[in-house]
């Protein structure tokens, strides 16, 4: 398959994240972006959004991974290996749920950092603005939630520095599909 097509999976991988988390939280009447964390959805005993949920960061962790190790790689080589990794601690997150305690914890910290790290590494790479302000919103989010500058829960910043990774990815993604076919082999 052309690296132009696979592309398209750096597009499709966030994209399924978010139509399963949305899915997830249409399902859960109790869920409030005031007091919960993104992984409450996939608490293995809650079983109308779990199922949603964890399959959701599952798929959306293997798409970005084919992404990265194919497509990407070509063209951004240290972020690719960046981001294939934050995608596997993205699927981490799906299989060690809350259920999990402490060991959530660490995949889902693991996750969050990793993504800052593949941001700053795709910034240094292609010298991108878009990824230099991904990291930045990314961590102000979590500074200011850290510091209870606002009163919300961590579903917050969780929501806000993934969504500010995500649009890099899917930019870049989109860059790749647009090269002429010699260009993106």
């Known amino acids: 398959m052309e690296d132009r097509w696979l592309a398209l999976l750096g597009v499709i991988g966030p994209l399924a994240a978010y139509a399963f988390v949305g899915v997830s939280i249409l399902s859960a009447p109790w869920f409030s972006w005031m007091k919960n964390a993104l992984s409450d959805l996939g608490h ?3 079983r109308e959004t779990a199922v949603y949920y964890n399959f959701g960061l599952a798929l959306s962790g293997f798409l970005i991974i084919v992404y990265a190790i194919t497509a990407l790689r070509k063209h951004a ?4 290996l960046c981001l294939a990794g934050s995608a596997f601690f993205l699927q981490l997150v799906a299989v060690f749920d809350e259920i999990y305690g402490r060991l959530h914890g660490i995949v889902s910290i693991l996750f969050f950092v990793s993504l800052g790290v593949a941001a ?5 790479e292609k010298r991108s603005v878009l990824g230099g302000a991904s990291f930045v919103i ?3 989010a979590w ?8 009163d919300a829960g961590v579903a917050v910043p ?7 990774v995500a649009l890099w990815i899917m930019l870049s993604a989109i860059r790749i599909y647009k090269m002429p076919p010699q260009e993106s082999k």
């Open 44 to 46: 293995a005993l809650r």
């Open 77 to 80: 080589k240290y972020t690719s």
């Open 120 to 124: 700053l590494v795709y910034t240094v």
């Open 138 to 140: 990314g961590s102000v």
């Open 143 to 150: 500074a200011l939630y850290e510091l209870d500058v606002y």
């Open 158 to 164: 969780e929501i806000i520095s993934a969504t500010a």
